[in-house]
């Protein structure tokens, strides 16, 4: 959760006026995407192949980011990752770009070598980043899906929150992100369904045909742009409902900040007021547990010992074009240890901040990316879930074993939680 607020406070500081300038149809690729908690890190992963050979390499993906880079060799400081480090000099169809490239100028920070003429580029993530050579290679996505040339961020000078992945794989607005590079083949259109923390059965698509197999319940809501931050994506929030209450929040709350979708924060943070209002109903609404002390960022935190049966108020977001998303249950209620459970949301600590739609309240979703259409698709049900019901425990929902009969049901509008501590 610390890493988490890290990467809050760096969007924050990317979205904050500043006023130094300085700072197709019927292709597709898919993606098998994981919650891999075995290289550290507390987002999503995705396998892709570089270079020639190929090398295949575990990435974090990211919506708010537009370069890709993994880490090289010979690295002047590289963190410990799971797979073996890329080494260029092994590749067949490695390539530095120059500073004059046109590529070299999109960066948002770049410097020159002069003495090779060779473009370094630079990325912060607040407490993390990565800085190296910016250069070309041959990406492939799956066997039928090679791009040969592809611009990325090979890092030599790498640190921070990135766990035991590889790099990062990039699908900002950007043309030099990941959807970006291929729009000629798959358009401006990609889609992703995160699994739960204890499934594995999630998946990216870069590409229109091959999405999400229950179109009918895809609802399109607008995406926005911001002048300060164009790669970002922006949706605007018009309510949140808590169980059958809809909140008195004004509209202003989240239309003065704006919101924004991301999949490399992990807990969706609200507006003071939006989140003073949803905490509140939730409490009054959890009134037959007894509440204990919060864990960061975490405020609203339940002690569950004793209890058979938690029943938890459902949680719908309502985005403009009246969008209704409701969202699953680990997304409302998040395990901080084998006897507490905690409200899976945080509050900004100024109305100025923007809202950030995460990727724990994401989870199930299909969430679908029309760029060039500038709007973002929501559907229920996207991955599947696990047949046996779930426990609380060591700060994710874990399955119990088949032979615990099944009691998790929707009553009377609420999740009903058959848990065992």
């Not at 880079?69 to 590289?78: E, K, V, Y």
């Not at 990406?139 to 040339?149: A, E, G, K, S, Y």
């Not at 049966?309 to 699953?328: C, M, S």
């Amino acid at each position: 959760m610390s890493h988490d607020q890290s990467r809050v406070n760096s969007l924050q500081k990317r979205l904050r006026v500043k006023s130094d300038a300085n700072f197709f149809e019927s292709l597709k690729a898919t993606l098998p995407v994981n919650f891999d908690n075995s290289i550290g890190s507390s987002n999503y992963v995705v396998t892709l192949g570089f270079g020639t050979p190929k090398k295949n390499l575990t990435l974090t993906f990211d919506t708010s980011s537009d370069v890709t880079w993994i880490q090289c060799q010979p690295c002047t400081s590289c963190y410990p990752q799971q797979e073996p480090i890329f080494n260029s000099s092994t590749s067949q169809t490695y390539k530095n770009l120059t500073c004059t490239s046109p590529q070299c100028s999109q960066l948002q920070t770049r410097n020159c070598s002069t003495d090779t003429n060779t473009c370094i580029y630079g990325v912060n993530y607040g407490e993390s980043y990565t800085r190296g050579f910016f250069a070309t290679e041959t990406l492939t996505l799956n066997p039928f899906d090679v791009f040969p040339n592809f611009t990325f961020g090979c890092g030599v000078d790498n640190g921070g929150l990135f766990g035991g992945s590889a790099g990062l794989l990039g699908l900002g607005r950007n043309p030099l992100s990941l959807v970006g590079q291929t729009a000629s083949k798959y358009g401006n259109y990609f889609s992703y369904c995160l699994p739960t923390y204890s499934s594995s059965s999630g998946n990216l698509v870069i590409g229109k045909e091959g999405g999400p197999t229950n179109s009918a319940s895809l609802k399109f809501t607008p995406l926005s742009t911001n002048s300060y931050e164009p790669s970002f994506y922006f949706i605007e929030v018009d309510a949140i409902r808590v169980g059958e209450q809809t909140l008195s929040i004004s509209p202003s709350v989240f239309t003065n900040s704006g919101t924004i979708i991301d999949m490399g924060t992990v807990v969706t943070r609200l507006q003071p007021e939006a989140y003073s209002a949803l905490r509140t109903s939730f409490r009054q609404q959890m009134m037959n547990y007894t509440m204990t002390q919060g864990v960061f960022p975490f405020d609203t935190c339940y002690d569950l010992r004793g209890h058979q049966n938690v029943k938890v108020p459902p949680i719908t977001f309502v985005f403009a074009g009246n969008v209704e998303v409701p969202l699953d249950f680990s997304g409302i209620l998040v395990a901080t240890s084998q006897t507490q459970a905690c409200l899976a949301f945080a509050g900004n600590s100024d109305a100025s901040e923007v809202g950030i739609f995460g990727n724990l309240q994401q989870q199930t979703l299909d969430v679908v990316y029309d760029v060039d259409g500038g709007k973002l698709g929501f559907g229920t049900g996207g991955c599947s879930i696990p047949e046996t019901p779930n426990s609380l425990q060591f700060g994710r929902l874990t399955p119990w074993t088949s032979d615990v009969p099944k009691k998790i049901k929707k009553n009377n509008d609420q999740l009903v939680l058959q848990c065992w501590i």
